[in-house]
């Protein structure tokens, strides 16, 4: 297991067999993008199909199967116990259902899916998917941007200045 999952998992509060005696808890997870092992992300915003696997595989180690944000919110209504997990993943990216719709179905797993209408509709890039492309092909050093009226440098010669 991975320092990453680790982490993540301690982020959760999940422990093996305590689950079952806990007051009712509901964990949104939210991912964006489901990136191929080995791809590089353009930003921090998804996981690989490897993490995404070993979360699922540590959440069923501690008795815990995602569940949609809808049946969540129902769980937490009826005043279910336990320590309830949903997934959900955002904007409506390809990767979503060639990645992690099977990831999910082979785990028993369920999880909502947010589409963005508008973006779906022109066909295009969000925003932060274009910056993030042209931050990571900079031809240039340095950039400077006006954020609320100040200049703001960016160093995109290096990758902790494209992840600022």
């Known amino acids: 297991m991975s320092g990453r999952l680790v982490r993540w998992l301690l982020s959760l509060g999940a422990a093996p067999n305590r689950a079952a005696f806990?007051?009712?808890?509901l964990t949104i997870v939210r991912h964006h993008r489901v990136?191929?092992?080995?791809?590089?992300?353009?930003?921090?915003l998804g996981v690989s199909e490897r993490m995404l696997e070993g979360q699922l595989q540590a959440l069923a180690k501690s008795g815990m199967t995602p569940v949609s944000v809808a049946e969540g919110l129902q769980r937490l209504e009826k005043g279910a116990a336990g320590h309830h997990v949903a997934f959900s993943f955002d904007d409506g990216y390809a990767d979503n259902v060639e990645r992690a719709l099977p990831i999910?179905?082979?785990?028993?797993a369920r999880a909502t899916f947010y589409l963005t209408a508008g973006l779906m509709e022109e066909?295009?890039?969000?925003w932060w998917d274009e910056l993030a492309h042209a931050l990571t092909h900079a031809t240039k050093t340095s950039a400077t941007i006006e954020w609320g009226g100040t200049p703001v440098a960016l160093d995109v010669a290096h990758e902790s200045g494209r992840d600022a």
């Open 35 to 44: 990136y191929a092992n080995g791809e590089r992300a353009l930003y921090h």
């Open 22 to 25: 806990e007051s009712p808890r």
């Open 104 to 108: 999910l179905e082979r785990a028993g």
């Open 123 to 126: 066909r295009r890039a969000p």
